[in-house]
């Protein structure tokens, strides 16, 4: 992929708007298409596996469950270690846990509190930023468990639900980059 441009015209050809799903009034976008093209997935992939090599991540967090679809494989391009942060109930063993809103809902996130070695670098994925309360959830999760985040890597942003100006109390310099922002 020769630009960032490039790739983003290439993922977003592949998103496809559904009005009123979920819930009336929300514009969902779904990933779908895209997951089925070979070529725009492949490059999305290759995309997160070197900007977590190149933020110098150990383990790269997954949001179930469409992060788990994107963070799995860049995982095992990058030579990091994968970690699934949960919808409730899913986890054994001993769990931190976060309660959170999203844009059309709210929900329980759970991650195991041996899942990094204490100063571990993180990078968290995830498909799109909302209103950002998952990746907030999730960051603070990572942070209870002892681990640094390196990064958070989103494909899409929904930036007039002010996801990234609501994280960045959390982020501290660890950068927030999404590859298409609307
Ligand atoms: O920024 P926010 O407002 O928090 O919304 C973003 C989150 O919403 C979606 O997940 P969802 O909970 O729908 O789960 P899914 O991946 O299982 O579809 C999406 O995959 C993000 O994780
Ligand atoms: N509009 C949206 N489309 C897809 N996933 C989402 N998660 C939160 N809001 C979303």
Do not use: N, W
């Amino acid at each position: 992929m020769s630009s960032s441009t490039d790739l983003a015209a290439l993922l977003a050809a592949k998103i496809r708007d559904v009005p009123d799903y979920p819930k009336p009034g929300v514009v969902f976008k779904d990933i779908a298409p895209l997951l089925g093209d070979a070529e725009a997935f492949a490059a999305l992939v290759d995309h997160l596996a070197a900007r977590s090599r190149e933020l110098g991540a150990t383990k790269i967090v997954g949001l179930e469950a469409r992060g788990f679809i994107l963070a799995a494989p860049a995982a095992y391009a990058a030579g990091a270690g994968f970690v699934p942060v949960r919808k409730e109930g899913k986890l054994p063993g001993e769990l931190h846990r976060q309660a959170y809103e999203l844009e059309y809902g709210s929900a329980v996130i759970e991650v195991q509190t041996d899942a990094f070695a204490p100063g571990e670098r993180v990078l968290v994925v995830d498909d799109v930023l909302a209103t950002g309360g998952t990746v907030e959830a999730a960051l603070e999760l990572i942070q209870r468990c002892g681990a640094e985040v390196a990064g958070v890597e989103v494909m899409m942003e929904l930036g007039f639900l002010g996801g990234r100006a609501r994280l960045a109390p959390l982020l501290g310099d660890a950068p927030l980059e999404t590859v298409i922002a609307v």
